[in-house]
């Protein structure tokens, strides 16, 4: 008879076992377009604004293979190289925010007394605008470009992060290590964030994921309508508000390309954001 | 705060007030009237609060740019030395700050939004001139919204398996498309396509407006229509489970009322409490949708006037939709126990 033992999976096994399919896919969708736009100047068949007025709204060939837009300039190079500045600004929110996010909210989580209050009341406010309204505010105030809104986006998700974390640490703070630790006269800020943060850094994760995909969507409206990333340099807001002529003449496909970029991206974020707190909240309860 | 659960006031042996038998005692309790007046004021002071910090962050944002006010005031123009003593002047800047401050946020409460240089007008009038193309819009897309959100959620609810599944595989992808390409998505099929809407402007009045709107309102719901859907259908999913259905359905009431008088009505709280955020959304949003369907709202205001660099009138509108978004939610929090007599005004432990 033998005798079976339940080992945890370690490492990547452990991952490969939480994620579904459908993750699996949408992780290789985001790290296809990520490696596409590093890796642009190297892949990208074309110069994104080489202008060939031979050739304007083709459909796709051998030589453009998702063909031109009306300006004869390569849809597969544009979108590459858009993909750079359409995925800087959300990496740079994201991580920005998260960080700033988790030092607040664990600050304001832990105490008891009026920092967390005091914070708590900061959070309230900052939630009252919404991301958009203070990019555009941010842009009012500093200019057109990626700097304004990044800025003033960075910012507005802080709160969303502090907040997710803050519930999460009133909630960490009565288990039994942390309970331990304390008996065993360890130092506050070394348990806070040696020890409670790491627990928090999944859930945090997911939040942050979702995130991503609605600030990857702000700033491509924001381009889109004009207050963003400024032409000539590609992105794929700006591609789609420039194929707007073309689109009324008939000529679905340069507006459709980096619609469609986007919106998987977005989908792909969505995907894997929502699977890991499925699966976090899964594991927890 | 202290809650007292209705149960716990009851007397210790389960008997009642004979004039007032039940839980029915609890409500009529002298003390709940004033504790719904303290709810209420309590929910009024942290509006005032909220809305005075708001004022506050958006009145000083304009301190955070470096350099001579007056000529950030005037950027884009060459300013004669006569136009600068007059934006000086319109503006206080020779004033402390936060003289300036008070005289802005009185000019507010008096509706006086200071003079709009693009214009030369008073923001005010520019401000209510645009106001009802963006309260037509958004109204539409809270017709759309309310109609094929809850629509959608309620036919996934009652329908498990191939149907729930491929509502909710079409609401994830509907809730992940961004306004503007929806936008574009609708204009390249009912415009281009089919000729069936037009792609561009307000119309003039009646019939026409609502043809012009129609296409933006969609383009501006459709994330939240999928939100809404979503939040019924687990929302509904949640009550069809419970006991009180259960009974309804087995003392013979017809599917319909069931779903209508015990699984809709006790869902509504969850969906309530996501239409402050709507609000927000939609106000916001619709600056895009209206620049991007020539639609002559406070959004496209607030894009040509971000372009324009007028900032008299990006500070209004800004405060404007802030204060719409505080006010809803308010507004949100007071009738939340009026729905739900669980959320006992004062006693809300959620």
Same mark, same amino acid.
């Given at each position: 008879?033998?005798?079976?033992?339940?080992?945890?999976?370690?490492?990547?096994?452990?991952?490969?076992?939480?994620?579904?399919?459908?993750?699996?896919?949408?992780?290789?969708?985001?790290?296809?377009?990520?490696?596409?736009?590093? %890796?642009?100047?190297?892949?990208?068949?074309?110069?994104?604004?080489?202008?060939?007025?031979?050739?304007?709204?083709?459909?796709?060939?051998?030589?453009?293979?998702?063909?031109?837009?009306?300006?004869?300039?390569?849809?597969?190079?544009?979108?590459?190289?858009?993909?750079?500045?359409? %995925?800087?600004?959300?990496?740079?929110?994201?991580?920005?925010?998260?960080?700033?996010?988790?030092?607040?909210?664990?600050?304001?989580?832990?105490?008891?007394?009026?920092?967390?209050? =005091?914070?708590?009341?900061?959070?309230?406010? %900052?939630?009252?605008?919404?991301?958009? !309204?203070?990019?555009? !505010?941010?842009?009012?105030?500093?200019?057109?470009?990626?700097?304004?809104?990044?800025?003033?986006?960075?910012?507005?998700?802080?709160?969303?992060?502090?907040?997710?974390?803050?519930?999460?640490?009133?909630?960490?703070?009565?288990?039994?290590?942390?309970?331990?630790?304390?008996?065993?006269?360890?130092?506050?800020?070394?348990?806070?964030?040696?020890?409670?943060?790491?627990?928090?850094?999944?859930?945090?994760?997911?939040?942050?994921?979702?995130?991503?995909?609605?600030?990857?969507?702000?700033?491509?409206?924001?381009?889109?309508?004009?207050?963003?990333?400024?032409?000539?340099?590609?992105?794929?807001?700006?591609?789609?508000?420039?194929?707007?002529?073309?689109?009324?003449?008939?000529?679905?496909?340069?507006?459709?390309?980096?619609?469609?970029?986007? =919106?998987?991206?977005?989908?792909? =974020?969505?995907?894997?954001?929502?699977?890991?707190?499925?699966?976090?909240?899964?594991?927890?309860? | 705060?202290?809650?007292?659960?209705?149960?716990?006031? *009851?007397?210790?042996?389960?008997?009642?007030?004979?004039?007032?038998?039940?839980?029915?005692?609890? /409500?009529?309790?002298?003390?709940?009237?004033?504790?719904?007046?303290?709810?209420?004021?309590?929910?009024?002071?942290?509006?005032?609060?909220?809305?005075?910090?708001?004022?506050?962050?958006?009145?000083?944002?304009?301190?955070?740019?470096?350099?001579?006010?007056?000529?950030?005031?005037?950027?884009?123009?060459?300013?004669?030395?006569? *136009?600068?003593?007059?934006?000086?002047?319109?503006?206080?800047?020779?004033? *402390?700050?936060?003289?300036?401050?008070?005289?802005?946020?009185?000019?507010?409460?008096?509706?006086?939004?200071?003079?709009?240089?693009?214009?030369?007008?008073?923001?005010?009038?520019?401000?209510?001139?645009?106001?009802?193309?963006?309260?037509?819009?958004? *109204?539409?897309?809270?017709?759309?919204?309310?109609?094929?959100?809850?629509?959608?959620?309620?036919?996934?609810?009652?329908?498990?398996?191939?149907?729930?599944?491929?509502?909710?595989?079409?609401?994830?992808?509907?809730?992940? +498309?961004?306004?503007?390409?929806?936008?574009?998505?609708?204009?390249?099929?009912?415009?281009?396509?089919?000729?069936?809407?037009?792609?561009?402007?307000?119309?003039?009045?009646?019939?026409?407006?609502?043809?012009?709107?129609?296409?933006?309102?969609?383009?501006?719901?459709?994330?939240?229509?999928?939100?809404?859907?979503?939040?019924?259908?687990?929302?509904?999913?949640?009550?069809?489970? /419970?006991?009180?259905?259960?009974?309804?359905?087995?003392?013979?009431?017809?599917?319909?009322?069931?779903?209508?008088?015990? +699984?809709?009505?006790?869902?509504?709280?969850?969906?309530?409490?996501?239409?402050?955020?709507?609000?927000?959304?939609?106000?916001?949003?619709?600056?895009?949708?209206?620049?991007?369907?020539?639609?002559?709202?406070?959004?496209?205001?607030?894009?040509?006037?971000?372009?324009?660099?007028?900032?008299?009138?990006?500070?209004?509108?800004?405060?404007?939709?802030?204060?719409?978004?505080?006010?809803?939610?308010?507004?949100?929090?007071?009738?939340?126990?009026?729905?739900?007599?669980?959320?006992?005004?004062?006693?809300?432990?959620?």
């Amino acid at each position: 008879m033998t005798l079976t033992l339940q080992l945890p999976q370690t490492g990547i096994r452990r991952y490969g076992s939480l994620l579904s399919p459908l993750a699996w896919a949408a992780l290789l969708v985001s790290a296809a377009v990520v490696l596409a736009a590093l %890796l642009a100047p190297a892949l990208a068949p074309y110069d994104p604004d080489y202008v060939d007025l031979n050739n304007v709204l083709a459909g796709p060939n051998a030589q453009h293979l998702l063909g031109t837009d009306a300006l004869g300039r390569d849809l597969l190079s544009r979108i590459m190289f858009g993909g750079r500045t359409a %995925l800087l600004g959300p990496t740079i929110v994201v991580l920005g925010s998260t960080a700033a996010g988790l030092l607040l909210g664990l600050a304001a989580g832990w105490s008891d007394g009026w920092t967390g209050k =005091v914070l708590g009341r900061v959070f309230d406010l %900052l939630f009252s605008f919404p991301a958009l !309204l203070l990019a555009m !505010l941010s842009i009012a105030l500093f200019g057109k470009g990626l700097f304004a809104p990044i800025l003033a986006m960075t910012i507005a998700y802080v709160p969303y992060v502090a907040r997710l974390t803050q519930g999460l640490v009133v909630a960490e703070r009565t288990r039994p290590y942390v309970q331990a630790y304390r008996v065993l006269g360890f130092r506050t800020p070394w348990v806070v964030l040696g020890r409670v943060m790491p627990n928090l850094i999944p859930t945090v994760g997911a939040q942050s994921a979702l995130n991503f995909g609605y600030v990857l969507a702000d700033l491509a409206a924001l381009s889109f309508i004009g207050l963003g990333v400024q032409p000539p340099t590609s992105d794929w807001g700006a591609m789609i508000e420039e194929s707007r002529g073309a689109l009324l003449g008939g000529y679905v496909l340069p507006a459709f390309w980096p619609a469609f970029v986007v =919106v998987l991206v977005v989908v792909a =974020v969505n995907v894997i954001g929502e699977e890991l707190s499925d699966r976090i909240g899964g594991k927890l309860s | 705060m202290t809650t007292t659960h209705p149960a716990a006031t *009851a007397a210790p042996d389960g008997t009642a007030a004979p004039d007032a038998p039940g839980g029915r005692r609890n /409500r009529t309790a002298p003390g709940n009237g004033t504790r719904a007046v303290v709810f209420v004021l309590k929910k009024l002071l942290v509006l005032a609060g909220t809305l005075f910090a708001a004022s506050l962050a958006v009145f000083f944002s304009r301190f955070l740019v470096p350099g001579d006010p007056a000529r950030f005031l005037l950027r884009g123009r060459s300013p004669k030395p006569e *136009a600068l003593a007059e934006i000086t002047r319109q503006f206080g800047l020779d004033k *402390a700050p936060w003289e300036q401050y008070l005289n802005w946020a009185g000019g507010v409460l008096h509706g006086d939004w200071g003079r709009s240089l693009t214009y030369r007008q008073d923001v005010s009038d520019v401000l209510l001139g645009r106001l009802p193309t963006t309260l037509q819009l958004v *109204a539409l897309a809270a017709v759309f919204i309310t109609v094929l959100g809850l629509i959608a959620g309620i036919v996934a609810s009652l329908n498990k398996g191939f149907g729930d599944r491929f509502i909710l595989v079409t609401l994830t992808a509907a809730g992940a +498309v961004p306004p503007f390409v929806a936008a574009i998505a609708l204009v390249a099929l009912f415009s281009v396509g089919l000729g069936w809407f037009p792609s561009f402007g307000s119309g003039d009045g009646g019939w026409e407006r609502l043809r012009h709107l129609t296409l933006p309102a969609l383009a501006l719901g459709i994330t939240y229509i999928a939100m809404v859907a979503r939040v019924t259908r687990s929302s509904m999913n949640e009550q069809l489970l /419970r006991e009180h259905v259960e009974v309804a359905t087995s003392r013979g009431l017809t599917r319909a009322s069931v779903v209508r008088r015990h +699984v809709l009505r006790n869902a509504v709280g969850p969906i309530l409490t996501v239409s402050g955020v709507l609000v927000a959304g939609l106000l916001v949003s619709s600056s895009i949708i209206e620049q991007t369907f020539g639609l002559a709202g406070i959004g496209q205001l607030l894009v040509q006037s971000i372009d324009r660099l007028d900032f008299a009138v990006v500070q209004a509108i800004v405060m404007v939709v802030v204060s719409a978004f505080v006010l809803v939610n308010t507004v949100v929090d007071l009738i939340q126990p009026l729905i739900d007599p669980r959320i006992a005004a004062g006693t809300e432990t959620r």
